[in-house]
C-alpha cells in the first residue's frame, strides 16, 4: 500500500514538472510589425523606353475624281488596279457645246486680232505721214487713229483671253492624274452624264491613291506626347506579316491633343517600293520615348495599385508612409514615377495593399 502511494506521488510530481516546462516555453510566432523588407532607394534620372502603340496605314496621298465640267463619259482608260503617272489620261467626256464655245471664241480672237492689226498698220502709216509732210494730217485725225489703235487693241485682249478660257474648259473634258498612283475605285462606265457633283451611290467616279509611300497613323497619349524624339525611327509589324518587321521616320505631329481622348495625332513616313504593305492595314507600332528630367525611378514593382488610388510605400525612421504618385515611362523592371518624393529615400521593393500605413518595419 505504502508502495502505491509512493508511486502516485511521483506521477503527480513528474506531470507537475511537465506542465511547468510547457507554460514558460509558448511556440514562437512572428508579428508583421517585426517582418523585414527589402528597400531600394529613389534614383532621380531620365528613364528613356519605348511605348508599343497600335496605328494604321494611309496611302500618303488620296483623292476622289471628278470632272469640273459636265459631260457623257466617251472613253475610260483605267480600271480598278491600274498603276497611273502623273499626267497620264484617266478618262475623256464629250460635250459639244464646251467644244462649240471654244471654237466660237477662236473665231472672235482672230477677228479681233486682225482689226487691231488693220488699225495698228493705219495709225503707224498716219504717224509717218505726218512726220514727211508735216501739216498735211490735223493732230485730231492724228490722235483719233491711235484712239481706234489702241481699242482694238483692248478688244484683241479681251478675246485672247476669253479664247483661253474656253480652251481651259475644253482641256477639263480630259481627266488626267494628279500624281504617281493606283485606282482603287472605278464606278463609272462609258455614256453616264458626269459632273463636278456627280457621285455614283455615294462614290467617286475613280479613286486614286499612292501607295509607294505610305503615311502611319497613330495616337500617342498625352502623357507621352512630349517625349517624342524628333525624327526619330519607329519599327512596326501588321497581322498579315507576323513576324517581319518594318521601320518608318517620325515626320509630323498634330501639336494639339484630341480632346475626345486626350492624346496627339502623330505621322510616320514610310517607303513601299515592294508593296508589301497595304493602306487600310493595322500596325504596331514600338515607339521611343524620352524620359522626363524630373522624374524619380523606382523598381516596378514598388508601385501598388488599388482602386482607389496608385502609391509607392515610403520607409522614413523604420516606419511606412503612403505616398501617392503617377506613372510615367516603363522600361524593363523600373518605372518613373512623379509625386511627393526625394531622391535618395528608400521605397519598399516588392509592396502590396498588406503593407498597412504607419506601421513599424526593421
Same mark, same amino acid.
Given at each position: 500500500m505504502k508502495n502505491m502511494t509512493a508511486n502516485w506521488m511521483m506521477l503527480g510530481l513528474l506531470a507537475g514538472l511537465a506542465a511547468c516546462h510547457s507554460a514558460a516555453a509558448p511556440e514562437y510566432k512572428a508579428t508583421a510589425h517585426e517582418r523585414q523588407y527589402q528597400l531600394a532607394k529613389v534614383v532621380q534620372q531620365p528613364l528613356s523606353g519605348s511605348i508599343r502603340l497600335p496605328g494604321t496605314l494611309e496611302a500618303f496621298q488620296k483623292v476622289s475624281i471628278y470632272p469640273r465640267v459636265n459631260g457623257f463619259v466617251s472613253r475610260i482608260m483605267v480600271d480598278r488596279g491600274s498603276r497611273v503617272k502623273k499626267g497620264q489620261v484617266l478618262l475623256v467626256l464629250e460635250a459639244p457645246e464646251i467644244t462649240q464655245q471654244y471654237y466660237a471664241a477662236q473665231s472672235k480672237y482672230i477677228q479681233a486680232a486682225a482689226m487691231y492689226a488693220a488699225t495698228k498698220d493705219n495709225y503707224e502709216r498716219t504717224v509717218?505721214?505726218? !512726220?514727211? /509732210?508735216? @501739216? /498735211?494730217? =490735223? *493732230?485730231? !485725225?492724228?490722235?483719233? =487713229?491711235?484712239? $481706234? %489703235?489702241?481699242? !482694238? =487693241?483692248?478688244? %484683241? #485682249? =479681251?478675246?485672247? *483671253? #476669253?479664247? $483661253? *478660257? $474656253? @480652251?481651259? %474648259?475644253r482641256d477639263y473634258l480630259t481627266v488626267t492624274a494628279p500624281f504617281d498612283g493606283v485606282i482603287t475605285e472605278r464606278n463609272i462606265h462609258p455614256g453616264a452624264l458626269v459632273g463636278p457633283d456627280t457621285k455614283v451611290g455615294d462614290k467617286p467616279m475613280l479613286m486614286l491613291e499612292q501607295e509607294d509611300k505610305l503615311r502611319l497613323v497613330l495616337q500617342v497619349p498625352e502623357i507621352y506626347s512630349g517625349q517624342l524624339m524628333g525624327q526619330s525611327v519607329v519599327n512596326f509589324s501588321v497581322n498579315a506579316m507576323p513576324g517581319k518587321v518594318f521601320k518608318g521616320a517620325v515626320s509630323r505631329e498634330a501639336g494639339t491633343l484630341n480632346d475626345r481622348y486626350r492624346s496627339e495625332a502623330v505621322e510616320v513616313d514610310v517607303q513601299n517600293t515592294s508593296r508589301e504593305l497595304k493602306p487600310g492595314m493595322y500596325a504596331e507600332i514600338t515607339m521611343p520615348v524620352n524620359g522626363s528630367a524630373s522624374a524619380l525611378v523606382v523598381p516596378a514593382s514598388a508601385v501598388v495599385m488599388s482602386t482607389e488610388r496608385k502609391y509607392v510605400i515610403v520607409v522614413k525612421d523604420h516606419r511606412t508612409q503612403w505616398v501617392d504618385v503617377q506613372e510615367g515611362n516603363h522600361h524593363n523592371d523600373s518605372t518613373e514615377v512623379f509625386g511627393n518624393l526625394k531622391a535618395g529615400e528608400e521605397v519598399v521593393v516588392r509592396a502590396t495593399d498588406e503593407i498597412k500605413d504607419g506601421i513599424a518595419i526593421h
Amino acid at each position: 500500500m505504502k508502495n502505491m502511494t509512493a508511486n502516485w506521488m511521483m506521477l503527480g510530481l513528474l506531470a507537475g514538472l511537465a506542465a511547468c516546462h510547457s507554460a514558460a516555453a509558448p511556440e514562437y510566432k512572428a508579428t508583421a510589425h517585426e517582418r523585414q523588407y527589402q528597400l531600394a532607394k529613389v534614383v532621380q534620372q531620365p528613364l528613356s523606353g519605348s511605348i508599343r502603340l497600335p496605328g494604321t496605314l494611309e496611302a500618303f496621298q488620296k483623292v476622289s475624281i471628278y470632272p469640273r465640267v459636265n459631260g457623257f463619259v466617251s472613253r475610260i482608260m483605267v480600271d480598278r488596279g491600274s498603276r497611273v503617272k502623273k499626267g497620264q489620261v484617266l478618262l475623256v467626256l464629250e460635250a459639244p457645246e464646251i467644244t462649240q464655245q471654244y471654237y466660237a471664241a477662236q473665231s472672235k480672237y482672230i477677228q479681233a486680232a486682225a482689226m487691231y492689226a488693220a488699225t495698228k498698220d493705219n495709225y503707224e502709216r498716219t504717224v509717218a505721214t505726218a !512726220d514727211e /509732210t508735216p @501739216g /498735211t494730217i =490735223s *493732230a485730231h !485725225d492724228l490722235e483719233l =487713229s491711235k484712239a $481706234r %489703235m489702241l481699242g !482694238d =487693241s483692248a478688244l %484683241m #485682249n =479681251s478675246e485672247q *483671253a #476669253n479664247f $483661253r *478660257a $474656253r @480652251g481651259v %474648259m475644253r482641256d477639263y473634258l480630259t481627266v488626267t492624274a494628279p500624281f504617281d498612283g493606283v485606282i482603287t475605285e472605278r464606278n463609272i462606265h462609258p455614256g453616264a452624264l458626269v459632273g463636278p457633283d456627280t457621285k455614283v451611290g455615294d462614290k467617286p467616279m475613280l479613286m486614286l491613291e499612292q501607295e509607294d509611300k505610305l503615311r502611319l497613323v497613330l495616337q500617342v497619349p498625352e502623357i507621352y506626347s512630349g517625349q517624342l524624339m524628333g525624327q526619330s525611327v519607329v519599327n512596326f509589324s501588321v497581322n498579315a506579316m507576323p513576324g517581319k518587321v518594318f521601320k518608318g521616320a517620325v515626320s509630323r505631329e498634330a501639336g494639339t491633343l484630341n480632346d475626345r481622348y486626350r492624346s496627339e495625332a502623330v505621322e510616320v513616313d514610310v517607303q513601299n517600293t515592294s508593296r508589301e504593305l497595304k493602306p487600310g492595314m493595322y500596325a504596331e507600332i514600338t515607339m521611343p520615348v524620352n524620359g522626363s528630367a524630373s522624374a524619380l525611378v523606382v523598381p516596378a514593382s514598388a508601385v501598388v495599385m488599388s482602386t482607389e488610388r496608385k502609391y509607392v510605400i515610403v520607409v522614413k525612421d523604420h516606419r511606412t508612409q503612403w505616398v501617392d504618385v503617377q506613372e510615367g515611362n516603363h522600361h524593363n523592371d523600373s518605372t518613373e514615377v512623379f509625386g511627393n518624393l526625394k531622391a535618395g529615400e528608400e521605397v519598399v521593393v516588392r509592396a502590396t495593399d498588406e503593407i498597412k500605413d504607419g506601421i513599424a518595419i526593421h
